[in-house]
């Protein structure tokens, strides 16, 4: 039996996606073979991947002049790809520091860019807008709109003028309508909301295209992966091709503004839930309470593990919050339904009665 899985990635996909699989796995479009087992480049793998390409494209309304990139390595491998390929030896580059994640890619960039802080946080807000200094010499200014770890999320895009944006959307990629025209480049690991680990997106403004480093290995080259149309290797293609399946059930719910309005509601019966409560509070600022990531606890240890292990016990599978924060983490992104968020809210009240 399926359960609910709050998992923060690789997360839970949509079931009628994984039926999808199950039911092609063993003769995929009449080939007599599964997925995983065609060339990437005969004819019917490349409609995968370029119906994938066109359908994110009407998803996020990207503009003709971005290029789209499924590439490898994951968002750990964008940090470093993105100073790589966008920068000279010690460029100034501008990171704007909201937790766990965006330190990491501070980390990386530091061995190729000489890296200022734009502004930092302690954890349970994001920086307001005025708080943050911005070099307008800077190469680029790089930022995580939603930091899966802290469960903060950006409620605003960083004006950044002729500076170009580059945001680590991993973990909020597709949950919202987004302007991409705000942004030089967008990279996201697939595995939470747009199919298994393994594939990397990437959006990118073709004019911050051809300044790789002489350095860059040819499939981490931005120009040379959109020169090949991502086909520069053999590309994973079962995740790329799960992938393709989710764009089009996103498709299906309505596009964006109908998938934003789920993920709203869902987070909202959860936050509801938690100011409701007098045993299970979270510490984040309400302007930037992340809808993906919702970080809880009840302040005691002993209390946090036995409602995670209770909580399992129930269906309401993967509530451990990262070892680097502690307490829970109930992870909402596109595939969970909101009768997930409701099953947990209802046993959030049930063990809160019992401990009362
Ligand atoms: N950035 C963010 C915001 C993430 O959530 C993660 C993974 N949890 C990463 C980067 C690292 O991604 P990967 O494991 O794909 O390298």
């Not at 944006?165 to 987004?178: C, G, N, T, W, Y």
């Not at 789920?262 to 992340?290: M, Q, V, W």
């Not at 909580?311 to 997930?340: Q, W």
Request: glycine share 8%.
């Amino acid at each position: 039996m399926r359960e609910f899985n709050f998992s923060a990635g690789p997360a839970v996909l949509p079931l009628e996606v994984l039926e999808q699989v199950r039911d092609e796995l063993l003769d995929w479009d009449g080939s007599g073979a599964s997925v995983m087992e065609v060339s990437h480049r005969g004819a019917e793998f490349m409609r995968v991947a370029e119906e994938a390409e066109s359908d994110l494209r009407t998803l996020l309304g990207i503009p003709a002049d971005y290029e789209v990139l499924f590439m490898q390595g994951g968002a750990s491998a964008q940090f470093a790809l993105v100073p790589m390929n966008l920068t000279a030896a010690q460029a100034p580059v501008d990171y704007i520091d909201s937790g766990y994640w965006s330190k990491k890619a501070v980390a990386e960039a530091r061995r190729y860019c000489r890296v200022r802080m734009a502004a930092s946080s302690d954890g349970t807000r994001v920086p307001a807008p005025s708080e943050l200094d911005l070099d307008p010499r800077a190469s680029y200014v790089h930022y995580t709109p939603n930091e899966t770890i802290g469960g903060v999320e950006f409620p605003y895009v960083p004006a950044t003028g002729s500076v170009p944006l580059i945001a680590d959307m991993s973990s909020s990629i597709l949950s919202q309508p987004i302007d991409v025209s705000r942004f030089g480049l967008i990279y996201a690991g697939a595995q939470k909301n747009l199919g298994p680990a393994g594939l990397t997106l990437v959006i990118v403004r073709k004019a911050l295209l051809g300044r790789a480093r002489p350095e860059t290995p040819s499939v981490f080259d931005y120009q040379r992966v959109a020169e090949e149309k991502s086909l520069l290797n053999t590309p994973p293609t079962f995740a790329w091709y799960v992938a393709a399946l989710v764009l089009k059930w996103l498709k299906g719910l309505g596009g964006l503004a109908a998938v934003a309005a789920r993920n709203r509601a869902k987070a909202d019966a959860l936050y509801g839930a938690l100011d409701a409560s007098a045993l299970f509070k979270t510490r984040i600022a309400p302007e930037a309470r992340s809808r993906m990531n919702v970080v809880f606890s009840t302040g005691t240890p002993e209390t946090d593990s036995a409602f995670i292990e209770a909580a399992a016990h129930e269906g309401l599978n993967h509530l451990k919050g990262h070892r680097a924060v502690g307490g829970m983490r109930a992870s909402l992104y596109n595939a969970m339904p909101l009768e997930g968020v409701q099953a947990l809210v209802e046993f959030m009240r049930e063990f809160e009665r019992k401990c009362a």
